[in-house]
């Protein structure tokens, strides 16, 4: 319904928003309000990623994966944990993995556990090859914490948290498919804490010749401290013919078939995947 029109059920909502208004945008109605929309926005996929569901997360990959032999990149790769999901979901199958991680904490971790259908790459993913200053949480501040990024994290998410400053490795992945004489990849997922478009960016080539078939990126919070829109998203895997859906709790996909403003949601983080019309199975 195009809540614009002049019908029965839009003349009646608006002669009754002042009364409503008045009655529930007060304490305490004002907090449960806030949490229904939540809620809501949740049933719809919205805010639920950053590993509040990885089980739907690597379902929709699965989606994307051939039977047998796959090759997949997980682009801010952390401890490893949306992987090894992955890899349990597909026993009796080959799945070659590519792990890119900046943080010296999560490549110990990497290293330890990496096989030979492993291969792990030390740095940040970008849109240029050489080095870029990466902010991690202070170990005595934020003990535990692996949350790093190319931005200082300001958002809700990371109240009060200290950063500290290095310079860490970049390359781009269209670097990685010529050095590693990569053929296809079935499925790269990004979790990079608001510079998902600059890894796409540095993967141009390789999403217009149809290298990737499928992808997966965050968007939410942290795009703030990226200063970057859903739109930015749109704009650039569109006209590369990949359609894009936002994934829901169970492993739903829901279509995204026009941009509309609606999708600007920086609450949490939000996971999409985007793929070529053929990628589905």
């Excluded at 929309?37 to 569901?53: M, P, R, S, T, V």
């Excluded at 199958?93 to 991680?101: C, G, L, P």
Aim: aromatic letters at 10%; a negative charge.
């Amino acid at each position: 319904m195009n809540i614009h029109q002049p019908t029965l059920l839009n003349r009646a909502a608006k002669a009754a928003a002042p009364f409503l208004s008045r009655l529930v945008m007060r304490p305490p109605l004002t907090g449960g309000l806030r949490l229904l929309d939540l809620y809501l926005a949740i049933l719809q996929g919205k805010g639920c990623g950053g590993g509040w569901d990885m089980a739907s997360e690597t379902g929709a990959a699965m989606r994307f994966l051939p039977e047998g032999d796959a090759t997949v990149f997980d682009v801010g790769a952390n401890r490893g944990h949306w992987s090894q999901q992955l890899r349990e979901r597909r026993p009796g199958q080959r799945t070659k993995i590519f792990q890119f991680e900046p943080s010296a904490t999560c490549l110990e971790v990497l290293r330890a556990q990496q096989d030979a259908d492993t291969t792990v790459i030390a740095g940040a993913v970008g849109d240029s090859v050489g080095s870029v200053s990466f902010f991690i949480p202070d170990p005595i501040a934020d003990p535990g914490s692996t949350i790093s990024s190319i931005y200082r994290q300001r958002d809700t998410s990371a109240p009060q948290v200290d950063y500290h400053e290095e310079r860490v490795p970049m390359t781009t992945i269209d670097e990685t498919i010529r050095q590693h004489a990569v053929e296809r990849v079935d499925f790269m997922k990004m979790d990079v804490e608001g510079n998902e478009l600059g890894v796409l960016k540095g993967a141009r080539q390789a999403l217009e010749i149809g290298t990737i078939r499928a992808l997966a990126f965050e968007f939410g919070s942290t795009q703030i401290n990226a200063r970057t829109f859903f739109h930015d998203y749109w704009d650039f895997l569109r006209p590369l013919g990949f359609q894009i859906a936002r994934i829901c709790p169970g492993n739903g996909l829901f279509p995204v078939t026009e941009y509309y403003e609606d999708l600007e949601y920086f609450r949490g983080a939000t996971n999409y995947v985007a793929h070529l019309p053929a990628g589905l199975r």
